[in-house]
Structure formats: structure tokens, C-alpha cells
């Protein structure tokens, strides 16, 4: 046979066949395979959750039914065999919050898993590509490692802060046979660095998180296959007081008793590193007594006063072996305490998220620079420098430059927030970055430089939870676009580890009431979903003995059980509600029911407290007056008229009971559902009763604030009648049909009698554009959105902000820095809570259904002379990416959607059905189209998955 033909023949051959293969799979595909959120990690759930996205080029695509192998071994899940559980064929769409219900796992046991689905058409699709997850300790007895450390607190240098050195740990051991694999588990009590000859084990910062140490210890886990070996093997540690015996919010500030060590005295060390050998036994190597500590370069080291390095006493290689360590100490072991739970953390690791190269250099004096970074962000810096043995380097951060150019740290308040580098006095350049420590900041004033450093002599290393980010959003405004990009970059800069108020200054505290009014707005820019399965227990775990949520998590308590940071320091009605705020918002947009079993004892408890205040079903002036500001913090940081606190507490109350109604029905409880719908449903009428006056405005009794002293400004009094009132109001249920229409009147004339311009604080602005849009105000909503006039978030954006400032006056061009002595953040997260609004309005996306297997995309065009005409954005949900984009700048209004595999959306758009193509077929005749309905002036078009150009054409 001629040769070419026969190549020609097999190519052929090769061909048909591949394509005989591809038919006989349906066209979809499992991707992104997690279990508990994460991809292949260890876990300590013994049912954990499974979730999976679909591909699929086809439109309308479903997934009918799904199975799932989970195997003990790559090579039984390759021959399909899962020896470990086989769902078979299971009939439905869900492709997440799947529970394993398999075999029952073991501590340390690995398995790999797999999923495939079958099509809309019951065709069967492809297996997916393996993923893993790997069980870790189970049960405490495992655990053969002891905490261990030692007092260093005598070694602190007499000053202004008590800081005292970092122990520097180190143990050298012998592993005689070959390594098959190895796992560190690693619990601090403060913070550490874990090395194995000498090279650091893993990215993160900060492990193992803030908890309440007394409640719960976190530990994690590291495959250090690679890193052990036969033969020596050296391992150290350094540690550092961090949240557990650092100081910690603004306890110095305010002269509190306790200004640091609120946990402990001094930071310790449990960790082992379990080793299998290829013949199949296992050793364990485990901190014990027989470790040895000394100091080292690290002198100082604070989360909020910074960190002190002399490179000149660092040991040389100290973590490696060989190293010489008779002259060490042996380490002082430390019982495990009563009722401590140690647990696998739940969260995502602090790790740098992102560099940020100098932008500028400007000399200020004969040895002091200023650097700028253009961002202002939360983390540290990496030095990169040449230096005399002795000299150093002092690096003070600060968010803002005086107008003569100097460092602005006057807002820092009692947080030093200064590193300091001493130089070896190496030949070539000297690197280093502080380990356990942050700052929020933009700029960096650098002192004891000999010479102008080059432009690169510093890095900016962004520290932040390592959150996978699912949302984008674009438009033809500018200011707009900058104000995305700072509210981005102030949720990186606060969620790290915990959800907290602000970077920079003294404080540096998870407050609830700043977590509840961003929740929504979080979720549409990072997968938070494990995130705050790690905070919300924090959260569960500090409710305090009343049953009330408290102002911040952790909260810290002294021996009689008060706030240790500040004794007066307890709830608050806007804050407490985040216990239940917080948890539901997890649970709509990932369908987690668990978080709602988990939570529900915690907000029954809170729901009864609430109840126990409140006289004729409603929350009347002076239900909290027993709290420090009385009535709690109110609409914190608004302008103009004060909202009564009580009426706000009340519309809260009433929240919390509709949010409890759904919840407590998705997980089954039907009889706690329908009780919290009844207490929904008197709550209404008895704020209606209370608060509504005859003229159909929100009133309140002012005189019962009698001359206001106690409260939050409340010198001149309370008022019902507001725009936080109304927006609180809409956006909570509370009103309907008629008195929905009225309050919507209301509001929209408050907004107007101000000039378009807002008077919210904290409480009232995260409501108010929703609240607007949702009783037909969209024009006032992006008036307020659009405008660059104080008070305004386009204030900022005209005025050089990089993140999202804490007061409508942090800076004003005529006042300047009017707050800093008191408390004036540059990067504070709660009024980027507008960010929900511009997801859910101007990109329109919103989900009906929990986890987004149901939604809208209903985008509000502006109208008139507003000044934008084009918006993209993109929101990748558990279901998948999302997105919707408009543009309205030409004679052809475009919309370009994409609706992930296995969804249904319902896209609502204002044109006559004749003049709607949809990838260019009129919409009459597209099979794209699942139903079309007229609601309200819109179309209501309900389609499947894809990806869809509409064309709305010659619209007068």
C-alpha cells in the first residue's frame, strides 16, 4: 500500500473516531470542583460540601441529573471505581452544598473525587478531572505536639509600648528511612513563622487568626512532602505576640486597665510534622520540652506598633542543620486549657494579594523621604538596600501628607506604626520585609538613608485575606470607575482575617455594624464564603450572656466578664443585627444552609433579647438606653437631622424576623418560620402604630430623649421624619402597598429639599439608592451616586481619595484634616456599602433564588443629561459567571449577557418587542427565549444559559 495514502488513512481514521468519542459525551462539563469552598484542601468536616460549575457551549443547558465518585486512591477514581461513595445517577440541578455521605473518613486520610452530569436532554457527559480533599485531626488525641515557648516580657525595652523580642525555636531531628510524605499541623497562640532547613514553610501571614483563644485555637495544615528528607532535618519557628498578647484596638487611648496581653502573656508554639515512609510506617515529630529558644534579629513585633529588626543578631543559619544551639534555652511547655477547642481553619490565609512598585520619591529633609505608592492599602513594604554595618533605616506610614508635604499620622492616634530596619553591612543589597505586623497606608516617610535611594529600593506588598475576586464593573464615567477601584481596595485593606473597621489607626476591630451594612456589597467583589464561616462563628462565639450580638468581633472580656478593650464597649441596634444580617447574606448567595443550623441557636438567643425590649410589639424610645452612647451608635456619621435610634432599632427588629422567617424555612423548621412571620407581621403594625403619625410621616417622641446627653449628638434632637427613616423602611419591607408609595414620596422629597444631596451616616446610607430605586426615584439614586459635590462619595474620588474614607468630611477643601486627633479613617469600608447598589441597579444583577440558580439582570438605564451611558460589570456567583453590560451611547442600544450553565435568568428591558433582536434574530422569532411577560413598563424575557447580544433598535 502506497505510504502516503495510509498516513492519509489512519488521519482519516484517527478523525472519525475522535469524533465518534466526542458524540457520545453531551456537551457539558464539570469545572472548578471545591469541597468546603476550597480547591483540594484539608478539611476537618467529616460530611464537607461539595460544589462544582458546568461549561457548556450550548444555549438553554441544564444539568438533569449528576454522579459523583469519591475513591481512596487517583487510581481507583481513573477505573471509575468509588470505593469510598457512588452517588449513581442522581436526579436534579444541584451542583452545590452536596454532601458527602460516603464511607466514613479518617484523620489524615486523602481522597480524590470526581462528577459528571447528564444534559437537559438526559445525555451523559464527561467525567471531570479529578480534584481532592484530605481529612486532618479529628480527634484530639492525635495530636502529640504541646504548646510551647517562653516569658520574654523582662526583655522588653522601657518606653512608651511594651514590646519585647520574638523567640527565635528550633529543634533538629533525624528521619532514617525514605519519605513518602509529610504534613505540618501548626497552632500558634499569637503568630509564627514555621521553617524546615531553613526555607519558610508556605505564603501566609498572620496564621493562625484571631479567634476567642479561650473558646477556640485554629491550626493549619502543609504538605511538606518536598521539604523533609532522609536524613537530618532542621526545624524553627519564630513567633510574635499578635492578637493574642499584642495590643489591640484603642485600649491605650482610652486608658483602659489592659492595654495588651488581653489572651495571654506571651505567644506559643503546638506544632508536629506527621512523616509516612514509603514502607509504610509513620513517625512524628512533635513540640515538646526538648525544643530549644533564644532571640534573634526580630527586637519588636506588633500587629499596630510595628516591627524592629536588627539584621546584625540574627543567627546564622539558626533553622538549618548543623547549627550549633547549646548556648539556647530549653522552652517552657504549657498545658492545654480547659475548654479550648482546636480546630482547622475555616478561612482563606492573609497573603500578599498584590505588589505595588513606588510611583514617587520626594526629599523632605537632609536624610528623610517621602514615598508614595498612589494606592492606599493595607500591608507592608520589602527593603531592598545597601547599607553601613549599624545604620539604619526607620519607615513611618501614613495615609495622607500634610499640605507641606510631610507624613499626616495625627489619625494614627496611639498606633506607632513605624518598622525599623539595622543593616548587617553586606556587600551587596539587603532585603527584608516585617513578618508580623501591617499598616494601612499610601505613603511611606523613610529616615537614615546616607544617599537618594533608587526608585525600586522599596516594594509595597498588599496583605489581605486570599480571596478568590468575582465581581468587575466598568463604565464610561471616570469617577465611577475610580470609586469601584476604591471600594476594592478598601475591602482588601479590611478583610484580612477578620472584617474590620479600618487599618491604620489604634483600633483595627471587627465591628458589626460596619460587617452587616457591607455584607451584600462584599459578596458581589470576593468569594467571602468561607471568609465569614470563620468570622460569624467569631461572631456566635462573643454574643454575650443577654443574648445580644456584640459591637465588635472577637471581643476580648476581662475576669468580670466586661469588654476588655473598653469596658463600655457591649451592643448596639444596628451592629447586634449582624449576627443574623451577616448569615443570612452568606446563605442567599451560596445556598448555605449549614451557616443557618450552625448560627440558629445563637439568633434565637439574639431574636429573644429583642424581643424581651421591645413594648407593643415595636422598639420604643428609650429601649436602649442602658447601653454606652445611649440608645447605641445610631445612624453613626450622618449629617443634618438625627434619626430617632429606636425607630431604626425597630425597622432592624423587623428585619431580622422577615430574614429569620426565610431562613428557619430553608432549613426545615417550619414551625420557628411561621412564628417568626407572625412576629414580622405585629411588629409592622405596631411601628405603624407607634411611629406613623396621621400625616403618613415617621415621627418620634423627641421629649422622651429628654435634653439628648448620652446619645450620639443628640444636643438637638430626634427625628422621624429623615431620609435614613425612609430609606431603613423601604429597603427593610416594612411598609407596603400605599404607605410603600407614600415613604417612597417622602424620601424622594428629602433627597430634593437637600439639594440632591444625602444626609445618611453609616445605618442610612447603605439603604438609601435601593430604597430610591425601588419606589421609582432611579434619577434621584444616580444623582447622588454621580455627584462630586460634598457630601459625597465623588467628593473623595475628586479630591485624590484611593479607598473609601470614613466621614463625608475626612478632607474637605476648605477645613482639611478637621477629625484627625479624634478618629478620621482613609480607608474604612462601610460607605462603600453603595457598591450593592451598583451591582444590583446599574449592572442589574440580583439573585431571585438562593445561589443564584434563579435571577435577574434588570440594569436602570439613567435618563436625561446624566452622564453615563455605558456600564459593564460581572458577578462570578457559586452557580457561575454572571455578567451584563449596556451601552446607550448610539442610535442601537446594546446588551451583551452571559448566563451560566444550569441558571435561569429574567432580563427586564423597556423597548417595544419589535424593535428587540437577540443575536440577531428579532425577538418574535428567537428560540433563545424561554417566556416573555409585560411587567411595569418592561419586557420580562426569561432565558437559559449563554451568551446574548440584544440589539434594541430605533427606540425615539
Not at 145 to 167: E, M, R, T
Not at 595 to 615: C, D, G, H, N, T
Not at 630 to 650: C, E, M, N, Q, R
Amino acid at each position: 500500500m502506497n505510504s502516503k495514502f495510509s498516513i492519509k488513512l489512519l488521519f482519516v481514521t484517527k478523525c472519525l473516531l475522535l469524533c465518534l468519542v466526542t458524540s457520545v459525551y453531551a456537551e457539558i462539563t464539570p469545572t472548578y470542583l471545591r469541597t468546603e469552598y476550597k480547591v483540594d484542601p484539608f478539611i476537618d468536616e467529616l460530611s464537607p460540601r461539595l460544589s462544582w460549575e458546568l461549561q457548556s457551549k450550548e444555549f438553554s443547558q441544564y444539568q438533569s441529573a449528576y454522579r459523583i465518585l469519591v475513591a481512596s486512591s487517583l487510581e481507583n477514581l481513573n477505573k471509575n471505581k468509588g470505593d469510598l461513595w457512588d452517588t449513581g445517577e442522581i436526579k436534579g440541578q444541584q451542583m452545590n452544598q452536596v454532601h458527602y455521605a460516603g464511607k466514613t473518613l479518617s484523620s489524615e486520610k486523602k481522597v480524590w473525587w470526581k462528577v459528571k452530569v447528564w444534559d437537559a436532554d438526559g445525555k451523559e457527559g464527561a467525567w471531570s478531572t479529578a480534584a481532592t480533599w484530605e481529612m486532618a485531626k479529628l480527634q484530639g488525641a492525635e495530636w502529640k505536639a504541646k504548646w510551647i515557648g517562653a516569658d520574654l516580657n523582662h526583655l522588653a525595652q522601657v518606653g512608651a509600648y511594651h514590646l519585647p523580642p520574638s523567640p527565635y525555636l528550633r529543634k533538629q531531628v533525624s528521619v532514617t528511612k525514605k519519605v513518602k510524605s509529610a504534613r505540618l499541623y501548626i497552632s500558634s497562640l499569637g503568630l509564627h513563622n514555621f521553617y524546615i532547613n531553613g526555607e519558610k514553610v508556605g505564603s501566609d501571614y498572620f496564621a493562625s487568626g484571631w479567634t476567642d483563644y479561650d473558646k477556640r485555637v485554629y491550626y493549619n495544615v502543609y504538605d511538606v512532602t518536598d521539604k523533609v528528607k532522609k536524613g537530618q532535618n532542621a526545624f524553627g519557628a519564630t513567633l510574635a505576640n499578635g492578637w493574642y498578647a499584642g495590643y489591640l484596638g484603642y485600649a491605650l487611648l482610652v486608658g483602659s486597665p489592659e492595654v495588651n496581653r488581653f489572651y495571654g502573656d506571651f505567644p506559643l508554639l503546638k506544632a508536629q510534622v506527621d512523616v509516612r515512609y514509603e514502607d509504610g510506617s509513620k513517625e512524628v515529630f512533635a513540640t515538646n520540652r526538648s525544643w530549644k529558644i533564644d532571640t534573634g534579629a526580630v527586637l519588636e513585633a506588633d500587629m499596630l506598633q510595628g516591627e524592629t529588626y536588627d539584621a546584625r543578631k540574627e543567627p546564622a543559619n539558626w533553622n538549618k542543620v548543623g547549627f550549633d544551639d547549646k548556648q539556647w534555652s530549653e522552652v517552657q511547655e504549657v498545658a492545654d486549657k480547659d475548654g479550648q477547642a482546636l480546630q482547622l481553619y475555616p478561612g482563606q490565609p492573609v497573603r500578599v494579594v498584590e505588589e505595588l512598585a513606588v510611583k514617587s520619591i520626594k526629599k523632605i529633609a537632609k536624610d528623610k523621604y517621602i514615598v508614595d505608592f498612589g494606592q492606599n492599602f493595607a500591608g507592608i513594604v520589602r527593603l531592598k538596600l545597601k547599607g553601613n554595618v549599624g545604620d539604619s533605616v526607620v519607615l513611618r506610614y501614613g495615609e495622607m501628607l500634610h499640605p507641606d508635604g510631610t507624613l499626616m499620622i495625627e489619625n494614627l492616634r496611639k498606633a506607632r506604626a513605624t518598622d525599623t530596619y539595622v543593616f548587617k553591612g553586606e556587600a551587596t543589597e539587603e532585603r527584608w520585609s516585617p513578618s508580623f505586623t501591617f499598616h494601612g497606608f499610601q505613603f511611606v516617610e523613610v529616615s537614615g538613608l546616607k544617599q537618594d535611594p533608587d526608585l525600586d529600593f522599596l516594594t509595597g506588598l498588599a496583605l489581605s485575606s486570599d480571596l478568590a475576586q468575582v465581581g468587575s464593573f466598568t463604565s464610561d464615567n471616570s469617577m465611577l470607575n475610580q470609586l469601584y477601584s476604591n471600594i476594592v481596595w478598601t475591602q482588601r485593606a479590611n478583610y484580612l482575617d477578620i472584617p474590620t473597621d479600618c487599618p491604620q489607626r489604634d483600633e483595627r476591630l471587627g465591628w458589626t455594624g460596619d460587617a452587616q451594612v457591607y455584607m451584600r456589597s462584599a459578596i458581589y467583589n470576593a468569594d467571602v464564603a468561607s471568609f465569614h464561616k470563620k468570622w460569624i462563628r467569631d461572631l456566635n462565639d462573643a454574643q454575650w450572656s443577654n443574648g445580644a450580638f456584640p459591637i465588635y468581633a472577637p471581643m476580648p472580656v476581662n475576669a468580670a466578664g466586661l469588654a476588655a478593650i473598653r469596658a463600655t464597649d457591649s451592643f448596639s441596634p444596628g451592629w447586634s443585627e449582624a449576627g443574623i444580617i451577616c448569615t443570612y447574606e452568606i446563605f442567599k448567595a451560596y445556598d448555605d444552609r449549614d451557616i443557618v443550623k450552625e448560627s440558629l441557636p445563637y439568633m434565637m438567643k439574639f431574636m429573644s433579647f429583642l424581643k424581651r425590649r421591645a413594648q407593643d410589639n415595636v422598639l420604643k424610645e428609650g429601649a436602649f438606653d442602658d447601653v454606652d452612647p445611649k440608645g447605641g451608635f445610631g445612624d453613626w456619621l450622618s449629617i443634618g437631622d438625627k434619626t430617632s435610634p429606636d425607630l431604626v432599632a425597630s425597622i432592624y427588629y423587623f428585619y431580622c424576623a422577615r430574614l429569620m422567617t426565610d431562613m428557619c424555612e430553608a432549613i426545615g423548621e417550619k414551625e420557628l418560620s411561621t412564628s417568626f412571620e407572625q412576629e414580622a407581621s405585629v411588629i409592622r403594625a405596631g411601628f405603624k402604630k407607634h411611629y406613623l403619625g396621621s400625616d403618613n410621616k415617621l415621627k418620634t417622641n423627641n421629649a422622651a430623649y429628654g435634653d439628648g446627653q448620652g446619645y450620639v449628638e443628640g444636643g438637638n434632637g430626634f427625628y422621624g421624619h429623615t431620609q435614613t427613616a425612609y430609606a431603613n423602611a423601604i429597603y427593610s419591607g416594612i411598609f407596603e402597598g400605599e404607605d410603600l408609595r407614600i415613604a417612597g414620596n417622602h424620601l424622594r422629597q428629602l433627597v430634593a429639599n437637600n439639594g440632591d444631596k444625602l444626609t445618611t451616616g453609616f445605618l442610612g446610607f447603605k439603604p438609601l439608592l435601593p430604597a430610591l430605586s425601588a419606589t421609582g426615584s432611579v434619577d434621584k439614586a444616580y444623582k447622588l451616586l454621580l455627584s462630586t459635590e460634598y457630601p459625597s462619595l465623588g467628593y473623595e474620588v475628586v479630591n485624590g481619595a484611593t479607598s473609601i474614607w470614613e466621614r463625608w468630611d475626612s478632607y474637605t477643601q476648605d477645613e482639611g484634616f478637621v477629625h484627625n486627633a479624634a478618629m478620621n479613617s482613609f480607608s474604612h469600608y462601610a460607605f462603600g456599602s453603595v457598591n450593592e447598589w451598583m451591582f444590583e441597579h446599574m449592572v442589574g444583577i440580583s439573585a431571585l433564588e438562593r445561589g443564584y440558580s434563579t435571577f435577574v439582570i434588570k440594569p436602570e438605564i439613567p435618563t436625561g443629561d446624566l452622564a453615563i451611558r455605558q456600564v459593564k460589570g460581572a458577578y462570578h456567583s457559586i452557580a457561575g459567571k454572571i455578567r451584563s453590560e449596556w451601552d446607550y451611547s448610539g442610535p442601537v442600544k446594546l446588551h451583551t449577557l452571559e448566563v451560566p450553565v444550569n441558571t435561569t435568568a429574567y432580563f427586564y428591558v423597556k423597548a417595544p418587542a419589535d424593535q428587540i433582536y437577540i443575536n440577531g434574530t428579532l425577538l418574535s422569532k428567537s428560540y433563545f427565549v424561554q417566556d416573555i411577560k409585560e411587567e411595569e413598563g418592561y419586557l420580562k424575557l426569561r432565558i437559559g444559559s449563554g451568551i446574548y447580544q440584544i440589539e434594541i433598535k430605533d427606540i425615539s
